[in-house]
Nanobody, 123 residues
Framework: QVQLVESGGGLVQAGGSLRLSCAAS????????MGWFRQAPGKEREFVAA???????YHANSVKGRFTISRDNAKNTAYLQMNSLKPEDTAVYFC?????????????????WGQGTQVTVSS
């Protein structure tokens, strides 16, 4: 199993930036893919971005060009750099991990989840 802990959320004005971190521990000697999802109150969980061990990435159209997922395998940490934030980006952001290289956009494909970190974008 892989244990995940997110950090870096907070309150930011529209147009600002935040950098989320996801620290992994446990079976990190096995190659795994990581993803970011978000969920706003009353809405379904939404895929944001994913990255595999080799660094291949995929970003949702809603964040493409504004958000960038990355990882540092030596530190067992994934990141989500969020620029040009909009009020509609407000949500709880969750980090997830799965063993394998496929970049799934379906939450059920991920076996490990962090506790979530709140991101609030004000106008």
């Amino acid at each position: 199993q892989v244990q995940l802990v997110e950090s870096g959320g907070g309150l930011v004005q529209a147009g600002g930036s935040l950098r989320l971190s996801c620290a992994a521990s446990g079976r990190t000697f096995i190659r795994y893919a990581m993803g970011w999802f978000r969920q706003a109150p009353g809405k379904e969980r939404e895929f944001v971005a994913a990255i595999n061990w080799a660094g291949t990435t995929y970003h949702a159209n809603s964040v493409k060009g504004r958000f960038t997922i990355s990882r540092d395998n030596a530190k067992n940490t994934a990141y989500l750099q969020m620029n040009s934030l909009k009020p509609e980006d407000t949500a709880v952001y969750f980090c997830a991990a799965r063993f394998g290289d496929t970049l799934f956009v379906i939450s059920d494909e991920y076996g490990s989840w962090g506790q979530g970190t709140q991101v609030t974008v004000s106008s």
